[in-house]
């Protein structure tokens, strides 16, 4: 990461910190694993946020439903914050609506947090996320709803194409004593984010149908 880079992001981080709403309740290449590229969007989506919001007929072989409350994430360390909120199942920023499901099926627990940002919000949004992975990979204590979490072995994961950008990762979470492999995909359509967090995995059935609704 250049110092240029790190500057810019320090100043993005801050910026989106100021007050986060937290909302809850075909793989490529080496390339893929924080895509840099991005166009920004700089248009409100035709139908809002709902026409992108997955449903039961979706997923097959998985039942999607609409959570109750927002998932309060807290962390002890800022700069790990984007990271906590995206591996959590949460929107980092403030965006300007939400719309959160959670898909179950397949051994999996898959949340996902539609976003739709201001201005060029969303891409803050991504970067403070990738800064937030090169900063973090050593892991970091997050407490999520009351509970502690240990979040440990962080790194970058593939993404899949089809969007104006995405990254994956991957950490280890221990919760009560129990570590799990946890994995987030975030996928960038304009100004719209969507937020996927899964334990153990977010399935390909979740994730494909996920993206094809969010780029309409």
Known sequence: ???????????????????????????????????????AGATARAGGLGSAALVSRDTNGFTVSTPDGRRKVRVTQDACAPLAYALSGAAVGKPVT????????????????????????????????????????????????????QVAKV???????????????GATVTRSGKATPTKAVILRSGNAIAYLSGAPSIPATVLDAQLVKLRG
Do not use: W
Not at 155 to 169: S, T, Y
């Open 1 to 39: 990461m250049t110092r240029r880079r790190s500057a810019t992001a320090a100043v993005v981080l801050c910026a989106l910190l100021t007050g986060c709403d937290v909302a809850s309740g075909g793989a490529g290449g080496e390339d893929n694993l924080l895509k840099p590229t991005a166009r």
């Open 98 to 149: 939400t719309v959160v499901r959670e898909a179950s099926g397949e051994g999996a627990e898959v949340t996902v947090v539609l976003a739709e940002y201001a201005s060029d919000r969303a891409q803050q949004a991504m970067d403070a996320i990738a800064t937030a992975v090169d900063a973090c990979a050593a892991g970091f204590t997050a407490t999520v709803d009351g509970k502690e979490h």
């Open 155 to 169: 790194a970058p994961e593939l993404a899949p194409e089809g969007v104006d950008q995405a990254m994956g990762v």
